[in-house]
T-cell receptor, first 114, second 114 residues
Framework: EAGVVQSPRYKIIEKKQPVAFWCNPI?????LYWYRQNLGQGPELLIR????????DSQLPKDRFSAERLKGVDSTLKIQPAELGDSAVYLC????????????FGPGTRLTVL | AQSVTQLGSHVSVSEGALVLLRCNYS??????LFWYVQYPNQGLQLLLK????ATLVKGINGFEAEFKKSETSFHLTKPSAHMSDAAEYFC????????????WGAGTKLIIKP
């Protein structure tokens, strides 16, 4: 079974530029999460999808961040415009509906904003 | 509100020595508890989890953790450290009423001395 795929793995941009991250979850996993992880900290949830519906986006900075999961499979997270403080690792995770709630993580995208 | 505290941002042990990483949680409902490991430049990988039943949980790579309700703890142990165990370890909790959102600790970086 293929794991969660994310691209790109690394991205360096200048502030005020746009950037997009892509995630393809494990096949059959209906729940998809986007997290931001700052250096030396645990993941911080940005948004959670159940199929194509964003059911928890309360921590997504909506002035500059947007996300979509149009067909309930892969997802894109966008930042426009990027700020210096957006430098972090952006993690995608997926979960199959069930009792144990295990989330499976992709390798992440390390964003550096100069 | 739920929270997770990991004692020690860095733990250093000698190769072959006991590994003990501490995690305390607060939850108003019976929790699900997780330990994840993150190797450099990689995503998070599930080590082990406690949902219900036996309080001593065995995971991958020789790690185990014990759920102690009276102490609200879920400490991670391994009898003999190996150089390949060097990584960052995250404890997370999910209460049954938390809409499947994990609350994460800040992480503990495990350093293995030769």
């Amino acid at each position: 079974e293929a794991g969660v795929v994310q691209s790109p793995r690394y991205k360096i941009i200048e502030k005020k530029q746009p950037v997009a991250f892509w995630c393809n979850p494990i096949s059959g996993h209906n729940t998809l999460y986007w997290y931001r992880q700052n250096l030396g900290q645990g993941p911080e949830l940005l948004i959670r999808y159940e199929n194509e519906e964003a059911v928890d986006d309360s921590q997504l900075p909506k002035d500059r961040f947007s996300a979509e999961r149009l067909k309930g499979v892969d997802s894109t997270l966008k930042i426009q415009p990027a700020e210096l403080g957006d430098s972090a690792v952006y993690l995608c995770a997926s979960r199959r509906e069930g009792l144990t709630d295990t989330q499976y993580f992709g390798p992440g995208t390390r964003l550096t904003v100069l | 509100a739920q929270s997770v505290t990991q004692l020690g941002s860095h733990v250093s042990v000698s190769e072959g020595a006991l590994v003990l990483l501490r995690c305390n949680y607060s939850s108003s409902v019976p929790p699900y508890l997780f330990w994840y490991v993150q190797y450099p430049n990689q995503g998070l990988q599930l080590l082990l989890k406690y949902t219900t039943g036996a309080t001593l949980v065995k995971g991958i790579n020789g790690f185990e953790a014990e759920f102690k309700k009276s102490e609200t703890s879920f400490h991670l142990t391994k009898p003999s450290a190996h150089m390949s165990d060097a990584a960052e370890y995250f404890c997370a909790v999910k209460g049954l009423d938390s809409n499947y959102q994990l609350i994460w600790g800040a992480g503990t970086k495990l350093i293995i001395k030769p």
